[in-house]
Every structure is written in structure tokens, then in C-alpha cells.
């Protein structure tokens, strides 16, 4: 039994070591399995706190009805693929679909100035939903990203209720369509991830700051907060900026100005 045992073992490493390196194997008639291609293989190197990614958005510069980072986010997360249960009420789809950027006014009590900026995670240092997170899910990079794993999150949406800038969806029916590099399933939560997955490739940007560029904004400025000569921390010595809700102490990697 003891020689059984072990030869099977032998027979399945073997099986996997033949598997490596396919882009698509076909399970059965009409599927695919579809695994990563070479040229989109994950990053070798660990990630490491030489770094600490952050955004600049500058308010001032945030048009009133533009959603050209909303969608840009939509399209680069497959959020876009997205389609409500038979019979759902448009609002409550509208309430209720993962959005990882939304649009909100803020008015000034005093003086009755309107502004506009995006919301998203805002990937704090001290993130109160790592800290509440029952299975680890919840995790913040060496690199300053808070992220979640959706292998391990339960579902128990404890994060969404400790995040103050409500910035986490949960997925509340099944997925038919789903990025390779977004997956996305029912009973998960999700959020922003600062498109982490185009830094793991080296691509020093975000969907969201792209598209406000490429419309003439430039109300969204993303880089290092540790690098003193690099476009953000250049931005951020500019103009005054804060932090939303900065007497909760999170030391936020995102911050505002004009506000």
C-alpha cells in the first residue's frame, strides 16, 4: 500500500511538472482552463517597504461630472463586466454592484463651496480593517498596499463595517465574467488596490490617474510617498494637502488638496 501510495504521489508531480508552461488546456468539450501566460508571469522578487505607494488628488482639478477614473477603474477590474441578478431594481443593483472609485461632492458648511473628488480605499498605515479581520484576508503589503485575499476571506464583511470611508464592496451574487488578473466571486469583499498588479509587472501607474490625464485633468497624481524626487512627493510639496479624517490617525497613502 506504502509503494501505492507513493507512486501515485510520483504520477502526479510528473503530471504537474508536464503542466507548466501551458497558456490553455482543454478540460472538456466547450471549457478551458485558462492559466497565466509567460509574459504575465507574477513577480519573483518579494515586495518590500522601499516603497510606499500613494495618491495625490487634487480637487481643484476634479471636473463636476467627470467619471473618467470611475470607468478607467471599471474597465482595468473587470467591474464593467458586472450584470445584476433577473428582476433586480436599478437602484438597488446601482447600490449594491463592487465599485472600488466613487464620485462624492463635499460642500463647506461655512462658506457653501462645493467640491468634487474620488473615494477609494485609501490604504492606510494603520488599517482598521486589517486589524478586524477575523481570518487575515485583510492585509496590508510591505509596500504600503492594503489588499485582500480572496481565497481565505470569509464573507463576515467585518471590514467594510471598521472602514471610515466605506470603500469595500461585497459580492453578493455569482460571477460569470472575471478578469484573470481581478477574480472576483461571490461572498468575497473587495476594494481598491492601487492596480497592484501592474507595479508587480513594473508599470509605475494606475488606471485612474492615466485616464484623468489623458482628459486634462490632472487631478490625480500616483507615486512614492518615500521618494523625495519622484512626482508625487514633488505634487504634495506644491499645496497644502490632507488627509480625510485624519484625527482617526490612519496616516492615509491617499491625500487631498483643496479641501
Request: glycine fraction near 8%; charged fraction near 20%.
Amino acid at each position: 500500500m506504502k509503494h501505492e501510495t507513493e507512486s501515485t504521489n510520483q504520477e502526479r508531480r510528473t503530471f504537474l511538472g508536464a503542466a507548466v508552461g501551458l497558456s490553455a488546456a482543454t478540460v472538456a468539450p466547450g471549457m478551458i482552463l485558462h492559466t497565466a501566460a509567460a509574459s504575465a508571469a507574477p513577480r519573483t522578487d518579494p515586495v518590500t517597504d522601499v516603497h510606499r505607494w500613494g495618491l495625490l488628488v487634487d480637487t481643484s482639478k476634479c471636473a463636476d461630472g467627470c467619471t473618467a477614473c470611475v470607468d478607467a477603474c471599471d474597465r482595468e477590474n473587470g467591474l464593467n463586466l458586472q450584470s445584476p441578478p433577473p428582476g433586480e431594481a436599478a437602484l438597488k443593483w446601482q447600490n449594491q454592484r463592487a465599485t472600488w472609485i466613487r464620485k462624492v461632492k463635499l460642500q463647506d458648511n461655512l462658506s457653501g463651496q462645493i467640491v468634487n473628488l474620488p473615494l477609494m480605499c485609501q490604504h492606510c498605515e494603520h488599517p482598521p480593517c486589517v486589524d478586524v479581520c477575523p481570518t487575515g484576508a485583510s492585509f496590508k503589503r510591505a509596500d504600503g498596499i492594503v489588499m485582500v485575499d480572496r481565497h481565505t476571506c470569509i464573507g463576515c464583511r467585518y471590514c467594510m463595517m471598521a472602514c471610515p470611508y466605506k470603500a469595500r464592496s461585497f459580492i453578493h451574487e455569482q460571477v460569470e465574467q472575471k478578469l484573470t488578473r481581478a477574480p472576483r466571486g461571490k461572498g468575497c469583499v473587495e476594494s481598491c488596490n492601487l492596480c497592484a498588479h501592474r507595479l508587480d509587472a513594473g508599470d509605475i501607474s494606475t488606471a485612474c490617474a492615466e485616464a484623468c490625464s489623458s482628459e486634462g485633468h490632472q487631478a490625480l497624481v500616483f507615486g512614492d510617498l518615500k521618494d523625495p524626487s519622484g512626482p508625487l512627493r514633488q505634487a504634495l510639496a506644491k499645496q497644502p494637502t490632507r488627509q480625510i479624517r485624519q484625527d482617526l490617525g490612519l496616516n492615509t497613502g491617499v491625500r487631498y488638496a483643496g479641501i
